[in-house]
Each structure stands twice: as C-alpha cells, then as structure tokens.
C-alpha cells in the first residue's frame, strides 16, 4: 500500500479541519445549544432552585415570580437581549469564511492541470490560510465579547452578600464548542503554511546547477595516458 505523501497528509488535515471548523460553529449557533446554563440548589431551610440558561436567541429562567414556591430568580424580569445578535451574525460570517477558505484550497490542489503551478498552488493555500485565520479571529472575538456581556441579564441578587447564590461566572456547552472550532481554524492556516514552506524548499533542493567548462583547459582524461620510452639499463 502506497502512503501519502506529505503535502498529501498536510492537505488532508487543513480540509478536515476546516470541516469540523464549520461543523462546530454551526452546532454553537444551534437555538438549543446553551451558552450559559446556572442549574443550582440553593439551601435555605427549604431547599429552592435555579434553572436558567441562554442560548445565542434567547433566555430561559424558570423562575416565574413572587408566586413561584420552587425557583430561585437568575434572569432580571425585563432585560435587554439585543446584544446577541452581533455574535449571531459574527458566527455566521465565520461559516461563510470557512467555506471559501475550502473552496480555495481544495480545487488548485486536486486539478492536476493547477497542481504544476507552484505559483498558483502556493498562492491558494496562502489565501485559504488568511480566509481560515480571519474566521477564527473572529470567533475568538465572539468568544470575547459573549464573556463581557452574558453576565448583563442576571438579577442584582447575584452580587447580594450572604445570598447564597452562585458565583457569575458560568459558560457551557455552545462556547465551548465554539472554541474548539477557532482551534480548528487556527490549525487550518497553519497546516497550509506549513505546506507552502514544504513546497518552496522541495522546489530549491530539485534545481540541478549546470556546471561549464572553461575555455582552454585540458580534455584529457584519466585513460588518456602518454607513456614514453624508458632507457635499456645494462647490468
């Protein structure tokens, strides 16, 4: 069985990347995948609950009021969601980026005809390294501006003293999953650089220098010997 070559496995692995890149940012924006998730038992004498979570659409507390006998409030009762929409839309200009990164990469390296112009063959794979970079900054960005603002929702009594309630800081599953896929992206643009310097030093270390002669030298060779005529020596 023959094995791959190294550009070959290198290719590989910057496409499955960035497939599972797309794979997962897509799953992250998913309206029931949660982003932040407080499910908590709190004791005061009587045991009460908190359930509440936020996707990247909306929020869910189970607290229904002064008349719920059993949850705890988490979410304040008028609260403004607006700031959701920008990582939304970030999320989903990185799933058009991810597949142009693809669409780049995979056609010049599997046209035979593309695959002979190292100029143009490195030149796409640089390209798909900077559509890929770009798509994972930007999610890293998104990550970023999720931290700063899911915690805007909560009820003041988050920060009461002696209130017995969780510490704020909470994520789950969707930034997660998010984050793996800027990792993948990452992994991507790196892969493809790394073939570029692959194909650059393959490319030197194949060029065969021509060596000229000089004008006048000798063209004899080792065969071309000339023996002369020894003297008779007489005992």
């Known amino acids: ?23 997962l940012a897509g799953a992250s924006l998913a309206k029931s995948v949660k982003w932040n998730f407080y499910n908590y038992e709190l004791d005061y004498g009587t045991t009460w609950y908190m359930h509440a979570y936020q996707t990247l659409w909306t929020s869910y507390d189970e607290w229904t009021g002064n008349t719920d006998q059993t949850h705890m409030q988490v979410f304040k009762p008028i609260k403004d969601d607006s700031w959701r929409l920008l990582p939304r839309l970030l999320i989903i200009s990185t799933l058009g980026l991810g597949a142009l990164s693809l669409c780049v990469l995979l056609p ?18 640089i390209a798909s390294s900077v559509i890929s970079m770009c798509a994972g900054i930007l999610l890293a960005y ?3 501006y999720f931290q700063g603002h899911y915690q805007s929702i909560l009820t003041e009594v988050f920060d009461t003293k002696g209130s017995g309630y969780p510490d704020k800081d909470n994520i ?5 999953i998010a984050a793996i896929a800027c ?7 790196s892969v493809n650089i790394a073939n570029v310097v692959i ?11 021509t060596i000229e002669g000089h004008q006048g030298t000798s063209k004899k060779t080792q ?10 020596v007489t005992a």
């Open 199 to 209: 194909l650059i030093k393959t490319g030197t270390a194949t060029v065969e220098p």
């Open 223 to 232: 065969n071309d010997v000339t023996v002369t005529d020894l003297p008779d």
């Open 1 to 23: 069985m023959k094995c791959l070559s190294l550009p070959t496995t290198l290719l590989i692995i910057s496409s499955v990347s960035i497939l599972i890149a797309l794979s």
């Open 172 to 176: 789950s599953t969707g930034f997660y």
């Open 142 to 144: 998104t990550l970023n």
């Open 108 to 125: 010049v390296s599997l046209v035979p005809m593309l695959k002979k112009k190292t100029f143009i063959l490195n030149g796409c794979r």
């Open 183 to 189: 990792t993948f992206y990452f992994l991507s643009a």
